[in-house]
């Protein structure tokens, strides 16, 4: 029996370096090994010269032996802070300490493995890492093996344990809730532990699985901010702890309820990724991380984007009110407006007229559609559309031929009631009978019909969430979802498929390897999107953002705004349209087209390129689409609140070039003359107006600012910056 543990092995150091960022991690053959560094981008060559324990002078009354912050680190044996590993073997086994550690260049410089032995509790972890050099996102998984004799109960695997600098002074997270996404959340950092937590099953509205740290002055463009996601779709939870050095470890992982994971020996437990990041150039800077890293991992039909289709959804123009005249003669709308991608939304399957009844039974209702859905969707192909079609796989409506026949399909509990949501409940898709069932009815609409699109939805949190076996079921739901995504599209390589959980509930890096744009809320009021595109833009980039001009008054708030500032907001996005267009008066149907065109001639440019998010005060906020270094740039301000100042605040724009002059003209649909947006009568706003536009300096635009116009609230000024 040892009394302390030996004397250090020599160290050896893993760096790997990206544009902005670097990484330290300090190995000894016989612990797990120690995070040094992850922070600004360090010289090459530039490392620690001397092992962490030579630089840190034991404190008072602390153990005799120094256990600073692991890559892994564990509960039990000297290490008192948040674990990554929280296990056992029926009471046992529950002090974990890595050690006997091996580590591999899978790509030299850029990606490995590190290998770590618990010989005690008979454990080995392996933890995957890549840094990519260009967007300077560190990707983690974890792999854990249960390599006793017994079975190990898991209780948290952390995805990633990462460290963070003591200048780390703030947290900002998402809150919310349906019809109310991304809602900002800050909260200081201090020496209590922060943590969110959430067990809905789904990645939820209300809690978002990451967040952005920032330093002491970090700000939109400039300072040291971090940030971390997990890309995953069900339970999660995130915690941030205060070290006594000084510095905070950031944990990630999948939530997991008591006894849901439990090792066999020779089993192996899997943690989705962690993909994070680090900028020194703000928020801005960081979100262009997650951009790049998205579209990266973005898998498109034929391995490259379209351009983002204008769609047209049924939702809201008809709800469950399906009748075939009618929705011939919307496809006929929505095509002279311009609409590529047609949507028939809820409502179309056997007896689905209400939310109380049809879920599970995927085929058309015969009394709505008494020759299937052929004709509608040959009517819509016919006008040069796409046609899409909205389903719930994962749900079952009490009330329905499906649960009827397998009521023990739906996950239960039981002596649980099984409580419902919206009148229904949760198929267990783990079970291969179920998820062979929703795969073949699926498959046979699509090798019958036209459809190049699917409408995912996901509308309840999972509750009484048992399987079969009477254990919890939230974690086999997620990669059972991801597997039938992935079936389907194996089946179909054509289709393109949206993430909806009413609205922005399933919006994580998880499902987007498997779908293509994401229903960001049901909550369609313009004035309420300013905010939730602004959250969304901090992780996601707009192409995938579905962004819809809905109708005035907004169904889900009562709030009108003029189509002009509807057609704004939605612009960026991906641009769908998503009330009853065969009614619209003359003049506002033209204003639609004119957005629908002016989408058309810059959605590349919007898709493509970076996002800036800014705030010129005075209840005016901006986004800028551009390059750096390129010549066109696209501004887009919205005036949220009616000016509390007597001039309006000018926009500076610190990503232009400041060695170059920029002609500007302001962008208005054909439709709408730019009076309609903004008082202009002031000569620069009458300029900007010309074909000529307004000749500016950059660098008077980076730091003095781009003049704004007085004008009413929810209204928009678009601006289009060429570089000369
Ligand atoms: C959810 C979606 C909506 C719509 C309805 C249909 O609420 O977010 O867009 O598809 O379901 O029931």
């Known amino acids: 029996m040892a009394y302390a543990p030996l004397p250090d092995s020599p160290a050896e150091y893993v760096v790997l370096h990206g544009r902005e960022s670097s990484l330290v991690i300090e190995c000894h053959a016989d612990e797990g090994p120690l995070w040094r560094y992850w922070g600004p981008r360090l010289a090459d060559g530039a490392g620690p010269a001397l092992p962490l324990r030579a630089s840190r002078p034991l404190p008072s009354f602390m153990l005799d032996h120094d256990q600073p912050l692991t890559v892994m680190p564990g509960l039990g044996v000297g290490w008192f802070g948040q674990s990554a590993l929280l296990a056992h073997r029926a009471g046992r086994d529950f002090s974990l300490a890595f050690g006997r550690c091996r580590w591999h260049w899978v790509e030299p410089g850029r990606a490995l493995w590190l290998e770590m032995h618990d010989d005690v509790a008979r454990l080995q972890a392996t933890l995957h890492l890549q840094l990519d050099g260009d967007s300077d996102v560190l990707r983690i998984r974890t792999e854990l093996l249960n390599a006793g004799d017994a079975p190990l109960d898991v209780q948290w695997l952390a995805a990633a344990t990462l460290p963070l600098p003591d200048s780390c002074t703030a947290v900002r997270s998402f809150a919310g809730q349906h019809m109310v996404e991304f809602l900002p959340q800050v909260d200081p950092l201090t020496r209590s532990t922060w943590r969110r937590e959430n067990r809905r099953g789904r990645t939820s509205q209300d809690c978002f699985p990451g967040a952005v740290v920032t330093t002491t002055g970090a700000t939109a463009d400039t300072g040291l901010v971090y940030g971390a996601h997990l890309a995953w779709s069900g339970n999660h939870q995130q915690s941030i702890e205060w070290l006594h050095d000084g510095q905070f ?27 994070a990041s680090l900028s020194t150039q703000g928020l801005n800077g960081l979100a262009a991380h997650f951009h790049a890293e998205l579209r990266r991992r973005l898998s498109w039909p034929q391995g490259q984007m379209a351009p983002r289709p204008v769609h047209l959804n049924t939702w809201e123009a008809l709800y469950f009110d399906h009748r075939l005249p009618e929705l011939e003669a919307l496809a006929d709308a929505a095509a002279d407006v311009g609409i590529e991608r047609f949507v028939l939304d809820d409502g179309w399957f056997l007896g ?23 004709p509608l969707a040959q009517h819509v192909v016919s006008r040069g559309m796409q046609f899409g079609l909205w389903f719930e796989p994962e749900m079952v409506n009490p009330d329905s031929e499906l649960h009827r026949a397998h009521p023990d399909w739906a996950l239960q509990i039981d002596g649980r009631p099984m409580l419902t949501a919206r009148n229904q409940l949760v198929l267990d898709i783990s079970r291969r009978e179920v998820s062979d069932y929703l795969f073949d009815k699926l498959d046979a609409l699509l090798r019958s019909l036209p459809i190049a699109y699917i409408k995912w939805d996901h509308n309840r949190d999972l509750a009484t969430a048992g399987g079969a076996d009477g254990r919890p079921a939230w974690h086999a739901q997620v990669p059972a979802a991801y597997a039938l995504m992935a079936r389907l599209r194996q089946a179909h390589p054509a289709l393109e498929i949206e993430s909806c959980s009413g609205g922005g509930g399933r919006i994580d890096f998880g499902v987007l390897q498997h779908t293509h744009r994401v229903w960001t809320s049901d909550n369609i009021d313009a004035l309420s999107r300013v905010d939730i595109q602004r959250g969304f833009l901090q992780f996601f980039p707009p192409e995938i953002m579905g962004a819809h001009i809905g ?172 570089a000369l």
């Open 249 to 275: 470890l950031w944990q990630l992982g999948e939530w997991l309820a008591p006894g849901e994971v439990r090792l066999a020996p020779g089993e192996r437990l899997q943690t989705p990724e962690v993909v």
């Open 352 to 374: 689905r007229h209400h939310d109380r009844a049809g879920l599970g039974d995927w085929w058309a209702d015969p009394q709505k559609y008494p020759d299937g859905l052929a």
């Open 551 to 722: 109708t005035a008054p907004a169904h889900s708030t009562g709030r009108s705004q003029a189509m002009a500032f509807r057609g704004a907001v939605a612009l960026p996005g991906h641009l769908g349209v998503e009330l009853d267009v065969r009614h619209l008066d003359a003049h506002t149907r033209d204003e639609l087209k004119g957005w629908i065109t002016l989408y058309k001639q810059w959605r590349e440019h919007l898709h493509r390129s970076r996002v800036w998010l800014g705030d010129a005060g005075d209840h005016v906020v901006w986004q800028m689409h551009g390059e750096p270094g390129g010549s066109d740039w696209l501004l887009l301000s919205y005036r949220t609140a009616p000016s509390t100042l007597r001039y309006a605040p000018a926009a500076r724009l610190p990503m232009l070039d400041g060695s170059r002059r920029y002609r500007l003209r302001v962008v208005t649909p054909q439709a709408l003359p730019a009076e309609a947006l903004y008082n202009g009568s002031a000569a620069f706003f009458e300029a900007l107006r010309t074909p000529q536009g307004v000749e500016m300096d950059g660098d008077w635009l980076r730091h003095a600012g781009l003049p704004l116009p007085r004008a009413k609230a929810e209204t928009a000024f678009i601006v289009h910056l060429q």
